[in-house]
């Protein structure tokens, strides 16, 4: 692996055509778990492949198993049920989680779809879950006394599966808060939350931000307990890269180089720009690569394109700079 601008990816990849029948009938019946979980696995299999035919440096499993990123883990915790469709953006609905008992796990929820795609590749797969701010903020609570109660209760819960992820060798584990930037007067809660999940863990920590108002929050962000930062810049004209020049900031940063709301490609030129924008601000060894977000909105054809347009940009520059 380089010692610079590694490439990766945020999370989510858009799931082909046979899995997304193949949800439909499992509600109906006329597909079997086990049958589901095999076109899952065939989902995963594809795009490890398609990671390490692109030469991207640490992988990402595609999510092929989950739904919402929220509705998976309280689907497979005990202590939850779910509401009806609730709109999340666009003509996109997810059913609410709602917490009705005491929250928890009765076993590892992602470790074995981790060791699975670890399984497929010598690269570095990313254990990907979802932050307990995130978590709390997208249900219902009906049973804690407070909203802080139940976010520590999460905290932990997550703790569990990331200490799960670490044993089994993950090198990686991103912990997703899309939601950690929308309250600012919850910050400091959000952040003591996050601290519980990466109490103790020897693996390389990230958290991914996304679209949020990071200007008003962008010290605590700063200093939230985890190796990494992953945010969207491209979306933003990579305006965010002004923030870390106004702040102490002595974290690495994995930087959105393409944007996943647009269906166009960028080209290898434009990216290579926002690259050189970032190190005038980060070394190269501080400096990750990935697209703003993840890309299951984008069909297969896109999220390639976008990807294969990174990597050859990434490729470009570290020749330019000499870099391994």
Known sequence: MTRGLLTTAVGSYPKPEYVLRARARVARGEVSPKEMEELEKRATAHWIRIQEELGMDILVDGEMYRGDMVAYFAENWEGFTTSGLVRSYGNRYYRKPVAVGPVGRSRPTTLEWWRYAQSLTPRPVKGMLTGPYTIVDWSFNEYYPTREAFLMEVARAVHDEAVDLAKAGAEYIQI?????????????????????????????????????????????????PVDMLDLETANSNYNLLDLIRQHSFGKCLSMGVVDVHHHETESVEQVKEGIRKGLEVLSPERLYIDPD???????????????RVMVAAVREVKEELGIE
Do not use: N
């Open 293 to 307: 977000c993840g890309l299951k909105t984008r069909t297969e054809e896109e999220s390639v394109a976008k990807l």
């Open 176 to 224: 997703d808060e899309p939601a950690i930037s929308t309250r600012p007067e919850e910050m400091e809660m959000a952040a003591r939350a996050l601290a519980v999940v990466t109490r103790g863990l020897e693996a390389f920590t990230i958290t991914h931000v996304c679209y949020g108002d990071f200007a008003a929050v962008f010290p605590q962000l700063a200093a939230l």
